[in-house]
């Protein structure tokens, strides 16, 4: 089956810098890419996604990446504001029909005011 | 707007007993899903289901089971709990297929086994 790998664990940024966190997967099969993001004590939201025709996406701060020949993904977050201190996931799915996904371990990132 | 409720919020049972663990979506969705939340661990699936009483296997299915009597409803259940079962229990919900991706959770349910 698939395996996301997802790094780094945790990550602390000054706030206004940039915030990269990286994923890769293992299934080249894999043709949909989500971004969850869950803040403290609250239920994990899609903030953006990327399919596998597409090589970059973005969504105001947020921008996602896909590398295909290499298998793996990167969020990026520019001018962090303390709003973004959450954890974020990354997802992969191999199977389109029932959108059956498999998520990275997640990034607890912390916005220093 | 999409509305994903489990049962509890917080439950705590003993070691051996049965737990029922229950999620509703108001929105028609085909597929639910029932993850499992663990520090450094991620969300793992557990079991999903893409029709009524249609279930699949998710990750990690040992220990656990599902029924899916209704189509907005979807069922945990641990037929013995054990203390390796502690842990944040969240469901979600999807349209279905070419209806979009986007995964709809619930407010999750943390289960303590003693």
């Known amino acids: 089956g698939e395996n996301v790998e997802q790094h780094p664990s945790t990550l602390s940024v000054q706030e206004g810098d940039s915030a990269v966190i990286k994923c890769t997967y293992s299934?080249?099969?894999?043709?949909?890419f989500p971004w969850y993001k869950q803040e403290l004590g609250k239920r994990p939201q899609l903030i953006i996604d990327i399919r596998s025709n597409v090589g970059e996406k973005k969504d105001q701060r947020i921008a996602v990446t896909l590398n295909k020949t290499a298998k793996h993904f990167s969020l990026h977050i520019t001018e962090t504001q303390p709003e973004d201190s959450a954890v974020y996931f990354c997802a992969a799915s191999i199977d389109f029909g029932n959108e059956k996904l498999t998520f990275g371990t997640g990034t607890r990132l912390t916005i220093i005011p | 707007d999409v509305k994903v409720t489990q049962s509890s919020r917080y439950l705590v049972k003993r070691t051996g007993e049965k737990v029922f663990l229950e999620c509703v979506q108001d929105m028609d969705h085909e597929n639910m899903f029932w993850y499992r939340q663990d520090p450094g661990l991620g969300l793992r699936l557990i079991y999903f289901?893409?029709?009524?009483?249609?279930?699949e296997k998710g990750d990690i299915p040992e220990g656990y089971s599902v029924s899916r009597e209704k189509k907005e409803r979807f069922s945990l259940i641990l037929e013995s709990a054990s203390t390796n079962q502690t842990s944040m229990y969240l469901c979600a919900s999807t349209p279905g297929p070419s209806s979009g991706n986007e995964q709809f959770f619930g407010p999750g349910t943390r289960l303590t086994v003693l």
């Open positions: 289901s893409y029709d009524v009483k249609m279930k």
């Open positions: 299934d080249s099969a894999s043709n949909y």
